[in-house]
């Protein structure tokens, strides 16, 4: 395929900051701005999303869902991401000829209903990790001029749920096949409510090694656990 015929990138990301600070305050913005202007990807940006009024990613990323342009290929990541790799675009139209729903990290053998691509709930509704499942993927996490990354598994690797760190797919196959996300997981748990619903369309899944660095090591509190909690209840609620 020509450069000129190849399908754009765009990132879908949310932000507290306000949109001018954004190149200089955040992971994302930095990584975007040290990318040649010719290869860097639109950005789709919601700026100072904090206060009373804060919109749940969910809700953002079924917005940029439904504004798009047809054919794009789109990315949902957290502001806190930088991106090491200025060949991006490339390396996310390799992947997405592979799986339809592409991330970072993941895992396989997940058991249905496990809320969390690494961690579940034990009966008392606790937080519990699952080391029985088959991770993929590697990371780097805090500083982006210190790379040590941790490397879970494999990549690429066909995987049951992923990381909404980052999550890549086609614009139109999200459209046609009718996957959203779900409102009502507004910061916690819609990354795998998603894999759970494309799953359900046949779509496949995987890890693809894409070098980026995470501001956050990610966090599990008790917001996390009502959300996996009500993924749970939904899940259930749709077996037979």
Known sequence: MKA?????????????????????ATLLGRSLQAM????????????????SEVTGLAEFYNRAIDQLPAGVMVVFLHDDVYLHDWTFAFQIQQALSV???????????????????????TAEGTLQRNDAVVRSGSINHFDPTLVRPDVYGPAPMACDLLDGVFLAARIDHLRQSGVRFDPQFRFHCYDSDLCYTARSRGWRLGTWPIPLTHGSPGGFDRAWISAAQSLQAKLASAEP
């Open 36 to 51: 040649p202007e010719t290869m860097r990807p639109r950005l789709m940006l919601l700026a100072d999303n904090n206060g």
């Open 4 to 24: 000129k015929e190849q399908a754009q990138v765009v990132l879908v990301s949310a932000s507290q900051q306000p949109a001018r600070h954004f190149p200089r």
């Open 99 to 121: 799986f339809d729903l592409v991330g970072v990290v993941g895992a396989a053998a997940v058991p249905h209903g496990q809320p969390g691509w690494w961690y579940g709930l």
